[in-house]
């Protein structure tokens, strides 16, 4: 983890470190309660989970100080990573099992983090309230939904000029390019992919970096499943 960290370019990595470690020990404690990751072994943590969060930070975006959003967050990916790389950070963490959430707020407890909100949310459901629509400068998503329908559930939330980064496959070029009209409908611009890999491995991604130029039409996101059911085409 620490070499990761070096050849990210954090020169000082000592105080993340540990964090990290007490962050794995919550998440391996937790797993064996509910269902948080496939993925426990130390170097699959540090490598696939710790590790590859960060690479959303070699997107082209200024993160100091923003409002961030990881929607679909899961066991914290990529969320509290980046929180603790940059703790000036203001996260919101959001995933629509409410068990995930009560060990998220475990997680930033125990971490001290100051400016972390971990809310149990339907990202449709959220996305039409007034403290959510459009106020964050950047989302994040590892969500494994298509680009379509991530784009459905993520832009709504994203003020007009910050920025929506997906975190995808190598393989995904097919479905980013068939999700081109929904992120323009959106109020996306059209996206960039940046490759990413991860330190010390052959792990390769993208990142689908997509600035919103105009706000979302009130109809969007669609109630509650049908971005997954029926994604804009």
């Known amino acids: 983890m620490k070499e990761g960290l070096l050849a990210l370019g954090y020169e000082n990595p000592n105080e993340m470190l540990e964090q990290f470690m007490t962050y794995k020990a919550l998440l391996l404690e937790w797993n064996e309660k509910i269902n948080l990751t496939t993925i426990t072994d130390d170097h699959g943590i540090v490598y696939k989970h710790f590790l590859d969060s960060l690479t959303c930070l070699q997107a082209p975006v200024d993160f100091n100080g923003k409002k961030v959003l990881d929607l679909g967050t899961g066991a914290g990916f990529p969320g509290v990573p980046l929180k603790i790389a940059m703790p000036e950070l203001d996260v919101t963490l959001m995933d ?138």
């Open 96 to 233: 629509s099992l409410n068990k995930r959430i009560q060990y998220l707020t475990e997680v930033c407890r125990v971490l001290d983090f100051k400016h972390v909100t971990c809310l149990h949310a339907r990202a449709e459901e959220a996305a039409r309230q007034t403290d959510h629509r459009e106020k964050y400068d950047i989302v994040v998503s590892r969500a494994v939904a298509n680009m379509s329908t991530l784009s459905e559930y993520c832009l709504p939330f994203v003020k007009t000029g910050g920025y929506f980064i997906a975190q995808k496959t190598n393989e995904a070029f097919e479905e980013i390019k068939a999700a081109e009209r929904a992120i323009k409908i959106l109020g996306g611009a059209s996206p960039e992919i940046i490759p990413t890999s991860v330190p010390g491995t052959d792990f390769e991604h993208n990142l689908v970096v997509i600035r919103k130029v105009k706000s979302t039409p009130a109809l969007y996101p669609r109630k509650a499943g049908t971005p997954a059911k029926k994604p804009i085409v």
